[in-house]
């Protein structure tokens, strides 16, 4: 184990009713900005909950952080939070709306145009920002990370900043996503543990086991779900288990950390608009077929524990272990191959061609260059 310092500052505030507890956590006499998406929380009582919590603070709402937040319009929040001399903000949504506002916490601070903050991949001057999250998927409610798009370039990239001071998790407010959206969130929650977990064994076990242990929890809640997308009990295991997949918690000690399934997956949509956890579940499988050799260890490991795959040769475990987990994604009712999205060749070409420009390699060996990137999706066709 590395030595290392853990500090996770984030005020989690689960539960039935707890939106109301905006009006407690945020400092009086704060100029608030409230973002939102497209309007969903309109539909669940989220937005109400939201501004009755918030009666006595002077608000600013802004509309419109769409999926794969864009700079085009975080750019207009941006002018926005400082014309109004904007303190505090609060995100009402998903990844998304989240996301978005983290770049606007450090837009707002910043002179000149926020699209170099997200070149530069990092900024730490921002105003504090607390969440109320609508969809458990991307952790964004308990971590640093934002990821921007960039609508003329065609180019999504990550970015690191703040954590929120706090985020409000409700279970009631997932009563409303749609059966894709759930498939999303399931599958993205998955694969950020599957990131930081299947490199090589014998790091730490409990790290592994942690690991192991969510890949259990969604593995077991998933067709629960799918039955029963209402369950107060189910959402909150959901909920929970994709926010402590990518808060730091599974990565103590410096596990290894993959990414490379990740950010295949960022091409993917900034290309073709496939919603991110969709992509994970196109490429995760790709990534351990063509990184079998490097990955084989944990695969096994990973195949028995998650799955119960215990016989067979070596290559027969993996083979088996690799196809129940595409299944596992088709179950929730994604597709999994690109054909089915009708991507072909040329992204997949265009893709080799963008990390060779940009000189990346990721994964935990560093080597998923554009020539591996394109091996693996090529094995996904
Ligand atoms: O915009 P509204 O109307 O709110 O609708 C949203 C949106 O259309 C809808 N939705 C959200 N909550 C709902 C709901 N619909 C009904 N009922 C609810 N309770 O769902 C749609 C998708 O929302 P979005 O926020 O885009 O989804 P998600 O949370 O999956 O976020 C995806 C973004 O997060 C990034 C992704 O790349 C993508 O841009 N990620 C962020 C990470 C991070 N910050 O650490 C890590 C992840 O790996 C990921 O890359
Ligand atoms: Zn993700």
Redo the contacts with the bound molecule.
């Keep these: 184990m590395n030595n290392f310092i853990f500090q996770n500052p984030v005020k989690l505030i689960m539960g039935k009713g707890m939106i109301a507890e905006l009006a407690n956590e945020i400092p009086t006499g704060k100029r608030i900005m409230v973002t939102?998406?497209?309007?969903?929380?309109k539909k669940?009582n989220v937005y109400n909950q939201v501004v009755e919590a918030l009666k006595d603070f002077y608000t600013v709402e802004f509309w419109g952080i769409?999926?794969?937040?864009t700079i085009e319009t975080l750019r207009k929040a941006i002018a926005l939070g400082k014309e109004e001399k904007i303190d505090f903000l609060v995100a009402v949504?998903?990844?998304?709306?989240i996301?978005g506002t983290k770049l606007i916490s450090a837009g707002i601070l910043y002179n000149g145009d926020a699209w170099d903050l997200v070149l530069a991949g990092k900024e730490m001057n921002t105003i504090p920002l607390a969440t109320v999250l609508?969809?458990p998927?991307?952790?964004?409610e308990m971590?640093q990370?934002?990821?921007i798009s960039n609508m003329a370039t065609k180019e999504k990239f990550a970015f690191y900043s703040n954590f929120p001071v706090f985020s409000i998790l409700d279970p009631e407010?997932?009563f409303?996503?749609?059966d894709n959206?759930i498939a999303?969130?399931l599958t993205?929650t998955f694969v950020?543990v599957m990131e930081q977990y299947l490199t090589v064994p014998a790091v730490s076990r409990l790290m592994d086991r942690w690991a192991e242990g969510i890949l259990q929890t969604v593995v077991e809640i998933a067709p629960l779900i799918k039955k029963d997308k209402h369950n107060y009990d189910l959402m909150a295991e959901f909920m929970l288990s994709a926010t402590m997949g990518?808060n730091g918690f599974v990565a103590l000690g410096g596990v290894p950390q993959d990414w490379a399934t990740?950010m295949i997956g960022?091409e993917l949509?900034a290309l073709h608009g496939l919603s991110?956890?969709h992509t994970l579940a196109i490429v995760l499988p790709g990534t351990m077929n063509i990184l079998r050799e490097s990955k084989g260890d944990k695969i096994i490991q990973y195949g028995e524990r998650v799955w119960g795959i215990t016989e067979g040769t070596r290559d027969q475990r993996i083979d088996k272990t690799i196809a129940k987990t595409d299944e596992f994604f088709r179950s929730l009712g994604l597709t999994t191959r690109l054909s089915e999205e009708g991507i072909g060749m040329e992204t997949i070409e265009e893709i080799e061609r963008r990390f060779n420009e940009r000189k990346v390699a990721f994964g935990e060996n560093g080597n998923v260059n554009g020539e591996i990137a394109k091996k693996i999706l090529m094995d996904r066709i």
């Design positions: 939102f998406g497209g309007g969903s929380v669940n769409e999926a794969n937040p949504g998903g990844g998304s709306v996301d609508t969809l998927a991307t952790g964004s971590n990370g934002a990821v407010t997932t409303t996503l749609p959206q999303n969130g993205d950020h990518l990740h960022h949509t991110h956890g």
